[in-house]
């Protein structure tokens, strides 16, 4: 029974919905109530644990275990074309980067992004970050992407962004309308690559430069 309302597109945004809340909310809600400090090394390893649990760890048992499919049906695995996929990646880079430029000039980015400049800290932010991204694209450009596309084809790509889009309305306004931007040009990515790894790297080198530009350079 589980496995056939998991097949319906609608159970499907709605589960990932709810997946990517649970991973987002419990360590801020440890922090409004002062059990955690967000700039602490501790804060990022339980978010980020949190986040892996709840955005990789759960959706693969889903699929595994209830949809009885391989994780590589939902992007885990080398992007069919290597050469193609490096092209692509680093494209998308470099479109995005002057975006990435623009938006930490904003102040209300850098109090938001800023980070230690304590270099144990901001290595740890980094690690973690990998960690991070892998899962939170997992589960936007891959369990959603190659679980919807079969039924909706293009459309997936902006019912997936919506969703996407919307758990970045707590952040500073303007990152709402670049992760839609974004949103789509990774799933373009997935598409053409038949892979989600290459939106990880995208997704965490653009995360990185900002926080780099934040931290250490409009300080």
Known sequence: MLKNIIKNPLALIILAFFLVFFAEYPALFLIKYGILNYSSI???IIDTLNAFTMMFIVPAIIINFFLKKPLSDFGLSVPVNIKQSILLTCLTILVFSP??????????????????TNALYFLTYSISGIFYYFAEEFIFRGFLHFGLWNRFKFHTIWIINIVFAIFHLNKPPLEFYFALLLGIALNYLSYKTKSFIPA???HFTLALIL??????IFI
């Open 99 to 116: 975006l990435i430029y623009f938006l930490s000039l904003q102040s209300n980015f850098q109090n938001f992004y800023i980070t230690k």
């Open 200 to 202: 990880v790297i995208v």
């Open 211 to 216: 926080n780099i530009l934040v931290t250490f």
């Open 42 to 44: 501790g804060f990022q």
